[in-house]
């Protein structure tokens, strides 16, 4: 069929889309809630192949453009939301002067020509923030969409271009972006009372199973390579390590354009606090504040740091300095060229110093990191390190979005990882060699704590993966 066939068979459809997506609103539906969950709302969002203007409607942006090549569909668009900008184009000679935070292509990518063109021309609407989310069906239900076209229970279509995520992931690259993550969802696109939370909510979202849903979700992001210095924040969070304050100073490296270290002190029995103010005095050539927190626990200790800030980049160094000071340089170089917009720590490939983790917390750790990757569709290998690195600006949406989990963490690893999963940040692991302590001694509970991180696992769980 050829292009100009395709048009004609949109506008000569018009008039029944609305009557068929009334017909399946369960799926429709689904989409919609799938779609509000990756796009921030009040953004600026542009959908290609918009349709009638539903889905983009549903993200709730604060300035939408919908885009499609069929003047009839386009006409009904504008009629039902008058409040969002419709225009008659074709994806593959698509040109607007302007940019956008997500670029929507849902269903679409079966239905066009040529893909690549299509993924050509959205990298000129891109900002270095901007995610494009594509949705497009399984080709395991080829047969089942086909029969469903014969037995009047979908609207017929023109022949469709079966895509795996494989090869949508390769055009991505082609086309300068990379991949965040991948999603599967919707194992029964159908309404039944009952079986739709079992199906849908449950056995769509696990491992294998999921392989067979019908919509596959692609996040992704422009990729850039060129590298920009920043100024850095290092906050270090500290109870009872008086011995290690000064090292904290010492064996840190310079790197950016400037550095400030934060002292956030946690009422500790052993001087710890009076210490930071030496070592402020001691060195007056390095910016160094001194804070005592207000509350109680690490998590607490680094949004207080985090708020106090102002660096362009935030770092968090564990003062027990298991984490090498020497090795924060990599994660800035890592951020500062874009590898990565969260930048996490893994301790669990270099062999370890005898007394670095209990043999009970390496399990517990290794758990966590494929637990998490699973959860989060990213490639985490060791959630639980303590250094965390981000730019500034991506912790405060982090922040403005925490309503959506509440304050759950005491130990701040969680809420941070979960609040970047939500804004699609790609994460990035810097592999470090993990050292046992010089002084002191842990203050983490291997039972208390670990249920607790069990708990916290489960709620993400719901509230990231089985909605």
Same mark, same amino acid.
């Not at 942006?61 to 919908?66: E, Q, R």
């Not at 055009?171 to 029964?188: M, Y």
């Not at 939370?197 to 990729?223: T, Y």
């Not at 979960?418 to 046992?436: C, S």
């Given at each position: 069929?050829?292009?100009?066939?395709?048009?004609?068979?949109?506008?000569?459809?018009?008039?029944s889309?609305?009557?068929?997506?009334?017909?399946?609103?369960?799926?429709?539906?689904?989409?919609?809630?799938?779609?509000?969950?990756?796009?921030?709302?009040?953004s600026?969002?542009?959908?290609?192949?918009?349709?009638?203007?539903?889905?983009?409607?549903?993200?709730k942006?604060?300035?939408?453009?919908?885009v499609?090549?069929?003047?009839?569909?386009?006409?009904?668009?504008?009629?039902?939301y008058?409040g969002?900008?419709?225009?008659?184009?074709?994806a593959?000679?698509?040109?607007?002067?302007?940019?956008?935070?997500?670029?929507?292509?849902?269903?679409?990518a079966?239905?066009?020509?040529?893909?690549?063109?299509?993924?050509?021309?959205?990298?000129?609407?891109?900002?270095?923030?901007?995610?494009?989310?594509?949705?497009?069906?399984?080709?395991?239900?080829?047969?089942?969409?086909?029969?469903?076209?014969?037995?009047h229970?979908?609207?017929?279509?023109?022949?469709?271009?079966?895509?795996?995520?494989?090869?949508?992931?390769?055009?991505?690259?082609?086309?300068?972006?990379?991949?965040?993550?991948?999603?599967?969802?919707?194992?029964?696109?159908?309404?039944?009372?009952g079986?739709?939370?079992?199906?849908?909510?449950?056995?769509?979202?696990?491992?294998?199973?999921?392989?067979?849903?019908?919509?596959?979700?692609?996040?992704?992001?422009?990729?850039y390579?060129?590298?920009?210095?920043?100024?850095?924040s290092?906050?270090?969070?500290?109870?009872?390590?008086?011995g290690?304050?000064?090292?904290?100073?010492?064996r840190?490296?310079?790197?950016?354009?400037?550095?400030e270290?934060?002292?956030?002190?946690g009422?500790?029995?052993?001087?710890?606090?009076?210490?930071?103010?030496?070592?402020?005095?001691?060195?007056?050539?390095?910016?160094?504040?001194?804070?005592?927190?207000?509350?109680?626990?690490k998590?607490?200790?680094?949004?207080?740091?985090?708020?106090?800030?102002?660096?362009?980049?935030?770092m968090?160094?564990?003062?027990?300095l298991?984490m090498?000071?020497?090795?924060?340089?990599?994660?800035?170089?890592?951020?500062?060229?874009?590898?990565?917009?969260f930048?996490?720590?893994?301790?669990?490939?270099?062999?370890?110093?005898?007394?670095?983790?209990?043999?009970?917390?390496?399990?517990?750790?290794?758990?966590?990191?494929?637990?998490?990757?699973?959860?989060?569709?990213?490639?985490?290998? %060791?959630?639980?390190? $303590?250094?965390?690195? !981000?730019?500034k =600006?991506d912790?405060?949406? &982090?922040?403005?979005n @925490?309503?959506?989990?509440?304050?759950?963490?005491p130990?701040?690893?969680? %809420?941070?990882l979960? $609040?970047?999963?939500? !804004?699609?940040? =790609?994460?990035?692991?810097? &592999?470090?060699?993990? @050292?046992?302590r010089?002084?002191?001694?842990?203050?983490?509970?291997?039972?208390?704590?670990?249920?607790?991180?069990?708990?916290?696992?489960?709620?993400?769980?719901r509230? &990231?993966?089985?909605?």
């Open positions: 069929m050829k292009k100009e066939e395709i048009r004609d068979f949109y506008n000569n459809t018009s008039g889309r609305a009557k068929w997506k009334r017909r399946n609103w369960f799926y429709h539906n689904s989409l919609q809630k799938y779609f509000s969950f990756i796009v921030a709302e009040n600026r969002v542009l959908e290609v192949g918009c349709g009638l203007g539903d889905l983009l409607a549903s993200v942006p604060a300035y939408g453009v919908g499609d090549f069929a003047p009839a569909i386009i006409d009904q668009a504008r009629v039902k008058p969002l900008h419709f225009h008659v184009q074709d593959e000679a698509l040109k607007l002067d302007e940019t956008f935070d997500y670029i929507i292509l849902s269903d679409l079966g239905c066009l020509w040529d893909v690549q063109k299509v993924l050509n021309n959205i990298r000129q609407l891109c900002h270095p923030q901007t995610r494009v989310v594509i949705s497009n069906y399984n080709y395991l239900w080829e047969g089942i969409m086909n029969l469903g076209e014969t037995l229970l979908k609207l017929p279509q023109p022949k469709q271009n079966w895509l795996s995520t494989a090869d949508i992931d390769t055009l991505l690259e082609l086309e300068g972006f990379q991949v965040i993550t991948v999603q599967h969802k919707l194992l029964l696109p159908k309404y039944i009372p079986l739709n939370f079992i199906f849908n909510r449950f056995l769509a979202n696990l491992p294998l199973l999921n392989k067979l849903d019908l919509v596959n979700i692609l996040v992704a992001r422009p990729a390579t060129q590298e920009v210095e920043h100024s850095v290092i906050v270090v969070p500290a109870r009872n390590e008086r290690n304050i000064e090292n904290a100073i010492l840190t490296p310079a790197f950016g354009l400037s550095q270290f934060i002292f956030v002190e009422h500790s029995a052993d001087n710890t606090h009076e210490e930071m103010l030496r070592v402020q005095a001691a060195y007056p050539e390095k910016n160094i504040r001194v804070m005592v927190q207000t509350g109680k626990g998590g607490d200790a680094v949004r207080a740091g985090f708020d106090a800030a102002t660096g362009d980049i935030l968090i160094l564990d003062a027990d298991t090498p000071p020497e090795e924060l340089e990599k994660f800035y170089r890592a951020l500062s060229q874009n590898k990565g917009e930048i996490n720590g893994c301790r669990l490939v270099y062999p370890m110093d005898k007394d670095a983790m209990r043999f009970l917390n390496f399990l517990a750790n290794k758990f966590f990191g494929m637990f998490f990757t699973y959860l989060l569709g990213q490639r985490l290998k %060791d959630t639980l390190c $303590g250094t965390k690195v !981000l730019f =600006k912790y405060t949406a &982090i922040q403005n @925490r309503h959506y989990f509440g304050d759950f963490d130990f701040g690893d969680f %809420d941070l979960f $609040g970047a999963a939500k !804004l699609n940040l =790609k994460m990035t692991e810097i &592999i470090i060699r993990y @050292r046992d010089e002084y002191g001694s842990t203050q983490i509970s291997r039972f208390k704590h670990g249920w607790l991180l069990v708990k916290m696992s489960m709620f993400a769980a509230k &990231i993966k089985f909605i």
